[in-house]
């Protein structure tokens, strides 16, 4: 199954919460995670979500490698 854009916004927003200042609805792909506001410790548990949810196996490295959505989307879905 391939994990979409949405999907990762959703993923995002049940996992970490979305910062008020931040539109998750905007062109956010190559947008920063620290910009969007999502830490390292976000990005884990987004990177567990997606791994539970889609059986995406990926490491704790693709949460601290990937800098932006596109690049998350771009590791879960080539595993």
Do not use: C, H
Request: proline share 3%; net charge negative; hydrophobic share 45%.
């Amino acid at each position: 199954m391939e994990l979409t854009l949405d999907s990762l916004k959703r993923i995002l927003r049940d996992g970490a919460g979305a910062d008020e200042a931040v539109d998750l609805d905007g062109d956010i792909l190559d947008t920063e995670f620290d910009e969007l506001g999502y830490d390292s410790l976000a990005l884990l548990e987004t990177v567990a979500r997606i791994t539970r949810e889609y059986r995406i196996p990926l490491d704790d490295d693709a949460a601290t490698s990937a800098k932006t959505p596109r690049e998350l989307l771009a590791l879960a879905n080539a595993a």
